[in-house]
């Protein structure tokens, strides 16, 4: 069985550009997650979609990020326009439903901003 | 608000058993997880607790007080491949969202 994949494994950005970044959730799984972690930080929590809807972007740093995941398969998150802090790993995970579900992460998107 | 503390960086020796800390102040608590990422590569789950106790999984276990806001993993007969770092992350109430400490990065020496 496939696993979380994401395109592209890195990115190299200037600022002020558009980027998007793609998830690919293992199939079957309703739940997907979108994390980052910065340069020295923890991996923290960006938004939370159940099938195709938003069940929680608490964590989406500004309206900069745009998240979408239509049909309730794959998900992109695109940044624009992209600041140099937006700089860091971007991780996508997914599950099936119910608490305490094993998320499966990806292997993540390292973007730089430059 | 939530705080999830853990060891920066643990050294230990191939073949000992090492265990690594893990504390959290959070409301709604609602289970630990215990993640290992391999430097590049995609965190893959270790163990998953929710009620007291201690779960064993082959050479790792983990350990989980909900009145202390403390877990621990085991690591025994350490491999040089366990090298890596060792997540905590803890879910709140009904959600799955995971709140991750910052990571215990173990180093394994012959």
């Known amino acids: 069985e496939a696993g979380v994949t994401q395109f592209p494994s890195h990115s190299v950005i200037e600022k002020g550009q558009t980027v998007t970044l793609r998830c690919d959730p293992i199939s079957g799984h309703d739940n997907l997650y979108w994390y980052r972690r910065v340069m020295g930080k923890e991996i923290k929590f960006l938004l939370h979609f159940v099938k195709e809807s938003k069940q929680d972007e608490s964590g989406m740093p500004n309206n900069r990020f745009l998240a979408e995941r239509t049909g309730g398969t794959y998900s992109t998150l695109k940044v624009q326009p992209a600041e140099l802090e937006d700089s860091g790993v971007y991780f996508c995970a997914s599950s099936q439903e119910g608490t305490g579900s094993e998320a499966f992460f990806g292997q993540g998107t390292r973007l730089t901003v430059v | 608000g939530q705080n999830i503390d853990q060891p920066t960086e643990m050294t230990a020796t191939e073949g000992a058993i090492v265990q690594i800390n893990c504390t959290y102040q959070t409301s709604g608590f609602n289970g630990l997880f215990w993640y290992q990422q391999h430097a590049g590569e995609a965190p893959t789950f270790l163990s998953y607790n929710v009620l007291d106790g201690l779960e064993e999984k082959g050479r790792f276990s983990s350990f989980l007080s909900r009145s202390k806001g403390y877990s621990y993993l085991l690591l025994k007969e350490l491999q040089m491949k366990d090298s890596a770092s060792y997540l905590c992350?803890?879910?709140?109430?009904?959600?799955?969202?995971?709140?991750f400490g910052g990571g215990t990065r173990l180093m394994v020496k012959p």
């Open positions: 992350a803890v879910i709140r109430n009904a959600g799955n969202m995971l709140t």
